[in-house]
Nanobody, 115 residues
Framework: QVHLVESGGGLGQPGGSLRLSCAASGRIFSLRAMGWYRQVPGKQRELVARIVSGGGTNYADSVKGRFTISMDNAKRTVFLQMNSLKAEDTAGYYC?????????WGQGTQVTVSS
């Protein structure tokens, strides 16, 4: 089994910052990538940012220049630094890990951006 534990969500102010963390544990071999996705009610889950084990990253256009993804390979932890928050960043944020034998998801953490 693979377990993902997310933390760091909550209420952020417009223009402010939040930092999400996700720690992976369990049966993890040959980790390929980790990422953050988000979803609002009634819409499909969308990629926010993804980082591969070699360090390459990709971001949704809507967060480029504002969000930064990083990963501690040894600790199997991925971080999402979210700056210059906007109301449209409000969503449930889900951590994902890509392994040769499947993709796994965390339970999600809510991020609400409001003054």
């Amino acid at each position: 089994q693979v377990h993902l534990v997310e933390s760091g969500g909550g209420l952020g102010q417009p223009g402010g910052s939040l930092r999400l963390s996700c720690a992976a544990s369990g049966r993890i071999f040959s980790l390929r990538a980790m990422g953050w996705y988000r979803q609002v009610p009634g819409k499909q889950r969308e990629l926010v940012a993804r980082i591969v084990s070699g360090g390459g990253t990709n971001y949704a256009d809507s967060v480029k220049g504002r969000f930064t993804i990083s990963m501690d390979n040894a600790k199997r932890t991925v971080f999402l630094q979210m700056n210059s928050l906007k109301a449209e960043d409000t969503a449930g944020y889900y951590c994902n890990v890509e392994l040769p034998y499947g993709d796994y998801w965390g339970q999600g953490t809510q991020v609400t951006v409001s003054s």
